[in-house]
């Protein structure tokens, strides 16, 4: 927590408030991401966490402006990188953001490289865009990152195809291609999902070796608690388009406070203590399209009280650096 | 024999095709001897295979013994001079011109020998050795020095050796008396004014119509070659032109999307909806009847399909997780639209190219047939094929043969097609190796 401390001095690299996305469909508008907070800290490592249509990928890819043009809608109040507003950058400023600033490594290593392109000229792209090297001196640093990446054989293995490499060892090549530009911050989308298990341990080291080499920033999105307690100092879990619950990773796993963080918790199995059942969470998510009023958890919450049903929740801070944004606090302190 | 075995086949013919349209002049210059729009009226509508000789030897039937006759001196060589008086060339070869009278030695051999001179035997038809003339003392001064007596002669012209001269074997000879001097010097062909024995030509030339004429004794191979040569180009060229107009228009309308796409596929459904034949009929009229107009006014009708298909999969593509993360690393709008969703367009493009390629050629052929295509005296495999049909009763090759040429071309085009778009997807070309 002392690293905390010394962040809370310096200016955050990412700061987002009130971020709301919505898409427009021909039945009506779907809200995936409705009002979230949040900082990243230079060289800090936050995860974001929550179950399918919590809306992680969609703010991420909110950030970069990625998100399909006329169908989807993105306000907030602040969308801040370094000091500097990315809401209303002009494209290609905002292009040189992407890549050069801001990284992004895709879930998916199957379908995130093409499948016509060698590697080398899907890498070369990288530093094309963003610097005026030479195409050998490309290569070059291109050759280098694969070997960084721990590709071996790497003056071959650039001419490859894709199809050539196995799943681990294409999310290898896709992440030496998000570090190639240098970013300040590396936004991984559920890096891990797509791979075997084994694979997944190694790329989860790959990522926090490189993390600490760069000195840069990251968010993890994910669904799996286990990443999150391998790699990341905060973590910010998310359900319905809302966060729940902001805590160091730690604070997470010991003392969570929100409902639903406990109720994911009772979904794990666990390595030490007694055998017990694991507890499935009642119901379903919410849809997007006829979301509840109140706290989008309310149905499925077990502690839900009648203002969950009408009102948002506010943020509560319940510790150190430590938030949740549930109503049973506002009890707890008028009581 | 795998499937690459096929696919070279395929490409070897349909490369072969390419050669035979690309040297289609030199071809009938060279190998045919026929010009595609040259008649023959004496050779209408023949079957395969027949003969005709060239108008430069239809004089000479070249039989190689004709040149010891023209050779009077007996030198070995035939001397022709080519001499220029004024602005005009002048050609004479002394010895043709003593032919008329060993012709008329010919002529006259049976009444003035047969039965001898003395007409102490009887006149019968046959020409023995002692009847025939042994030195030139015995034949009238005007034949005298012009190596036409003697026993030797007598054997040269008993072809048949059975010891007697019979008047056709005489008359043989005489053919030869219908060369012209312009004939003789064009056999001259190293040009040194002798024409050797060599030079000689044993044999007329003769040209054979390999798959027949038409009703014109037009050669029906030459025309094919011409009419391959006019329709690739036409259904290469339409192509080609709707390619272009189609991808581009397509990939804007799926990339822009918006009004822009709207709009397109607005106008692309109203020009789908109006028949075709009318709208390159219009054009035509419109423009005139052309070679150039016909493949533009194809070009421009079948780029409807081509732009859907290109604006479909721009949008599928668009969606593909490695062009959100080319723009999330940085790519510009102009390196993603064109290195990552052209290149992966370019499977169903080539596709569908290749088809378009027979599918154009056969609206050609259509419109040629309607006599909206290609004019007469041109040939394109549309006038070819309808001429075809017009005969069939009577010509069988003049449909059979064009036909089944056509079919081997759309077929070597289709298989090529899909053999190259399997080519370019580099997952394939993995499995197949």
Same mark, same amino acid.
């Given at each position: 927590?002392k690293?905390?401390t010394e962040?809370?001095?310096?200016?955050?690299?990412l700061?987002?408030e009130?971020?709301?996305?919505?898409?427009?469909?021909g039945?009506?508008?779907?809200v995936?991401?409705?009002?979230i907070?949040?900082?990243?800290m230079?060289?800090?490592?936050?995860?974001i966490?929550?179950?399918?249509?919590?809306?992680k990928?969609?703010?991420?890819?909110?950030?970069?402006?990625?998100?399909?043009?006329?169908?989807?809608?993105?306000?907030?109040?602040?969308l801040?990188?370094?000091?500097?507003?990315?809401?209303?950058?002009p494209?290609e400023?905002m292009?040189?953001?992407r890549g050069a600033?801001?990284?992004?490594?895709?879930?998916d290593?199957m379908?995130?490289?093409?499948?016509?392109?060698?590697?080398?000229?899907?890498?070369?792209?990288?530093?094309?865009s963003?610097?005026?090297?030479?195409?050998?001196?490309?290569?070059k640093?291109?050759v280098?990152?694969?070997?960084?990446?721990?590709?071996?054989?790497?003056?071959?293995?650039?001419?490859?195809?894709?199809?050539?490499?196995?799943g681990?060892?294409?999310q290898?090549v896709?992440?030496?291609?998000?570090?190639?530009g240098?970013?300040?911050?590396?936004?991984?989308d559920?890096?891990?999902?797509?791979?075997?298990?084994?694979?997944q341990?190694?790329?989860?080291?790959?990522i926090?070796?490189?993390?600490?080499?760069?000195?840069?920033?990251?968010?993890?999105?994910?669904?799996?608690?286990?990443?999150?307690?391998?790699?990341?100092?905060?973590?910010?879990?998310m359900?319905?388009?809302?966060?729940?619950?902001?805590?160091?990773?730690?604070?997470?796993?010991?003392?969570?406070?929100?409902?639903?963080?406990?109720?994911?918790?009772?979904?794990l199995?666990?390595?030490d203590?007694?055998e017990?059942?694991?507890?499935p969470i009642?119901?379903?998510?919410?849809?997007?399209?006829?979301?509840?009023?109140?706290?989008?958890f309310?149905p499925?919450?077990?502690?839900?009280l009648?203002?969950?049903k009408k009102?948002?929740?506010?943020?509560?801070?319940?510790?150190e650096?430590?938030?949740?944004y549930?109503?049973l606090?506002?009890?707890?302190?008028?009581v | 024999?795998?499937?690459g075995?096929?696919?070279n086949?395929?490409?070897?013919?349909l490369?072969?095709?390419a050669l035979?349209?690309?040297?289609?002049?030199w071809?009938?210059?060279?190998?045919?001897?026929?010009h595609?729009n040259?008649?023959?009226s004496?050779?209408?509508?023949?079957a395969?295979?027949?003969?005709?000789?060239?108008?430069?030897?239809?004089?000479?039937?070249g039989?190689?013994a004709v040149f010891?006759w023209?050779?009077?001196?007996g030198?070995?060589?035939i001397?022709?001079?080519?001499?220029?008086?004024?602005?005009?060339?002048?050609?004479?070869?002394?010895?043709?011109?003593?032919l008329?009278s060993r012709?008329?030695?010919f002529?006259f051999?049976?009444?003035?020998f047969?039965?001898g001179?003395?007409?102490?035997?009887m006149?019968?038809?046959?020409?023995t050795?002692?009847?025939?003339?042994?030195?030139?003392q015995?034949i009238?001064?005007a034949?005298?020095?012009?190596?036409?007596?003697?026993?030797?002669r007598?054997?040269?012209?008993?072809e048949?050796?059975n010891?007697?001269?019979?008047p056709?074997?005489v008359?043989?000879?005489?053919?030869?008396?219908r060369?012209?001097?312009?004939q003789?010097?064009?056999?001259?062909?190293?040009?040194?004014?002798?024409?050797?024995?060599?030079?000689?030509?044993?044999?007329?030339?003769?040209?054979?119509?390999?798959l027949?004429?038409d009703?014109?004794?037009?050669?029906?191979?030459?025309?094919?070659l011409?009419?391959?040569?006019?329709s690739?180009?036409?259904?290469?060229?339409?192509?080609?032109?709707?390619?272009?107009?189609?991808?581009?228009?397509?990939?804007?309308?799926?990339?822009?999307?918006?009004?822009?796409?709207?709009g397109?596929?607005?106008?692309v459904?109203?020009?789908?909806?109006?028949?075709f034949?009318?709208?390159?009929?219009? =054009?035509? !009229?419109?423009?005139g $009847?052309?070679?150039?107009h016909?493949? #533009? &006014?194809? @070009?421009?009708?079948q780029?409807?399909?081509?732009?859907?298909?290109?604006?479909?999969?721009?949008?599928?593509i668009r969606?593909?997780?490695?062009?959100?993360?080319?723009?999330?690393?940085?790519?510009s709008?102009l390196?993603? =639209?064109? !290195?990552h969703?052209? $290149?992966?367009?370019?499977?169903?493009? #080539? &596709?569908y @190219?290749?088809?378009m390629v027979?599918?154009v050629m056969?609206?050609?052929?259509?419109?040629?047939?309607?006599?909206l295509?290609?004019?007469?005296p041109d040939?394109?495999?549309?006038?070819?094929?309808?001429e075809?049909?017009?005969?069939?009763e009577?010509?069988?090759?003049l449909?059979?043969?064009?036909?089944a040429?056509f079919?081997?071309?759309?077929l070597?085009?289709?298989?090529v097609?899909?053999?190259?778009r399997?080519r370019?997807d580099?997952?394939?070309?993995m499995?197949?190796?």
């Open positions: 927590m690293d905390q962040h809370e001095s310096k200016q955050p690299l700061e987002i009130g971020l709301r996305v919505s898409f427009r469909s039945r009506g508008t779907v995936a991401v409705d009002g907070d949040l900082q990243v230079p060289g800090e490592a936050l995860g966490v929550g179950e399918s249509g919590s809306g990928s969609v703010s991420n890819l909110a950030v970069l402006d990625l998100l399909p043009k006329p169908q989807a809608h993105v306000e907030a109040k602040t801040e990188f370094e000091g500097r507003s990315l809401l209303d950058l494209p400023e292009r040189q953001v600033q801001i990284a992004m490594v895709f879930q290593p379908t995130a490289l093409n499948p016509f392109m060698r590697i080398s000229g899907q890498m070369a792209e990288v530093l094309e963003h610097t005026d090297l030479s195409k050998k001196d490309i290569r640093a291109c280098q990152m694969l070997d960084r990446v721990g590709i071996p054989d790497p003056e071959q293995r650039i001419d490859a195809y894709p199809h050539e490499f196995s681990g060892m294409r290898r896709l992440i030496a291609m998000a570090l190639l240098s970013p300040k911050l590396l936004i991984a559920e890096p891990t999902t797509a791979l075997d298990v084994t694979i341990a190694q790329i989860l080291e790959l926090r070796k490189m993390k600490e080499e760069g000195e840069m920033a990251m968010i993890l999105v994910t669904h799996d608690l286990g990443v999150v307690a391998e790699v990341v100092d905060r973590v910010l879990v359900y319905g388009g809302r966060v729940m619950e902001e805590a160091p990773t730690d604070q997470i796993f010991l003392a969570p406070s929100h409902p639903y963080t406990k109720a994911l918790l009772s979904c199995p666990r390595l203590g007694e017990e059942r694991l507890e009642e119901g379903n998510p919410p849809e997007g399209m006829n979301r509840p009023p109140g706290c989008p309310e499925r919450c077990p502690d839900a009648d203002v969950c009102e948002v929740p506010s943020p509560y801070t319940v510790g650096g430590h938030v949740s549930c109503w606090y506002e009890e707890e302190k008028s | 024999m795998g499937p075995v096929w696919f086949v395929w490409l070897g013919i490369g072969m095709l035979a349209s690309v040297g289609a002049p071809i009938s210059q060279h190998v045919t001897g026929f595609p040259e008649t023959h004496h050779m209408a509508a023949m395969p295979g027949v003969e005709d000789v060239p108008l430069e030897y239809r004089q000479y039937d039989d190689p010891d023209i050779d009077a001196d030198s070995g060589w001397e022709c001079t080519v001499g220029t008086s004024g602005s005009s060339s002048t050609a004479s070869c002394p010895e043709l011109d003593v008329p012709f008329r030695f002529r051999l049976f009444s003035d047969d039965g001179t003395d007409s102490s035997e006149a019968d038809g046959r020409l050795l002692e009847e025939y003339p042994q030195n030139d015995e009238e001064p034949y005298r020095g012009l190596n036409l007596s003697g026993s030797e007598f054997h040269g012209l008993d048949d050796g010891g007697w001269l019979d056709s074997e008359n043989r000879q005489t053919r030869a008396y060369l012209r001097t312009a003789l010097i064009a056999f001259d062909t190293d040009g040194d004014g002798k024409i050797s024995r060599d030079e000689f030509p044993g044999a007329p030339r003769t040209a054979t119509f390999l027949g004429t009703g014109q004794g037009r050669d029906l191979f030459t025309r094919m011409f009419g391959a040569r006019i690739l180009l036409v259904g290469l060229l339409a192509t080609l032109i709707s390619l272009l107009i189609g991808v581009s228009l397509g990939a804007l309308s799926g990339y822009l999307g918006g009004a822009f796409d709207r397109l596929m607005a106008i459904n109203v020009l789908y909806g109006l028949p034949l009318l709208v390159v009929i219009l =054009i035509l !009229v419109w423009f $009847r052309s070679m150039t016909l493949f #533009l &006014a194809l @070009g421009a009708v780029w409807l399909t081509i732009c859907r298909v290109v604006r479909g999969q721009v949008l599928s969606q593909e997780e490695y062009v959100v993360a080319a723009e999330a690393l940085g790519a709008p390196r993603v =639209i064109g !290195v969703v052209l $290149r992966n367009v370019m499977g169903p493009v #080539l &596709a @190219g290749s088809l027979p599918a056969q609206e050609e052929a259509f419109l040629s047939y309607l006599g295509g290609i004019q007469a040939p394109s495999w549309g006038t070819l094929l309808a075809g049909v017009r005969r069939i009577d010509s069988w090759w449909i059979v043969y064009p036909a040429v079919v081997i071309t759309v070597a085009l289709y298989v097609g899909d053999g190259i399997d370019i580099p997952r394939q070309s499995e197949r190796t």
